[in-house]
């Protein structure tokens, strides 16, 4: 079997991460000027692949972000899936760790193992990883995709990643991310591994 080279990017900086409220899969924000321009910078750099399957969540900044490539005319798929965790009743707030002792309380519990918490009227971890279950083995099933770029979200991502990875939930904080990153992977057929960690060098 051929490798298959997943480009795992997050989506562009919106307002509400500027001003540090919450978006959750609750918010269906739009990219602001920088985040326009980070996707710009991403398809500058990397419209030269040929990718064979463009996924998205359903969400407009990760359309956004890859608008470059839609346009392109590349096969698009859009899953509720990919979607970022639900923060619940806390979603358009703007809480921080710092800040926020409910908000940092569920986090210390992530940290601790405890990922079926989540915030009033949220999704847990747990939550996240099962309905992203059945994305991962449908991206498994498709080896005619072997370039295959995936736009979505800072938690829901790190959550992927330790399904991906085999990591137990509890890693999830070494995933870092920051707007339009890069994780580059492989998959062989029976496992993957990352290539690129974190890649940022498009923006610079």
């Known amino acids: 079997m051929s490798v298959k080279k997943i480009y795992l990017v997050r989506h562009g900086q919106t ?8 978006q959750g899969s609750g918010v269906d924000s739009d990219l602001n000027e920088k985040g326009r321009q980070q996707a710009e910078q991403f398809f500058a750099a990397y419209r030269h692949l040929p990718f064979d399957k463009v996924y998205t969540s359903v969400l407009r900044r990760t359309h956004q972000s890859v608008r470059g490539f839609l346009e392109l005319g590349l096969p698009h798929e859009q ?6 965790i639900s923060w619940g ?3 358009g707030t703007r809480i921080t760790p710092e800040e926020d002792a409910e908000y940092q309380g569920v986090l210390d519990q992530w940290n601790r193992g405890e990922t079926f918490a989540r915030l009033t009227g949220g999704e ?14 449908l991206l498994k099933s498709r080896p005619e995709e072997e370039n295959v770029l995936i736009c979505m979200h800072g938690r829901a991502m790190r959550v992927l990643l330790c399904q991906l990875l085999n990591y137990p939930l509890t890693r999830m904080d070494s995933f870092e991310h920051r ?26």
């Open 89 to 91: 009743v806390r979603e």
């Open 79 to 84: 899953h509720a899936a990919l979607n970022e």
């Open 15 to 22: 307002d509400f991460n500027v001003q540090n409220i919450v």
């Open 179 to 204: 707007n339009l990153c890069l994780y580059k992977l492989h998959y062989t057929g029976s496992m993957f591994t990352v290539r690129n960690f974190l890649d940022v060098t498009h923006l610079e």
């Open 124 to 137: 847990s971890p747990d939550e996240v990883a099962a309905r992203q279950r059945p994305f991962i083995e």
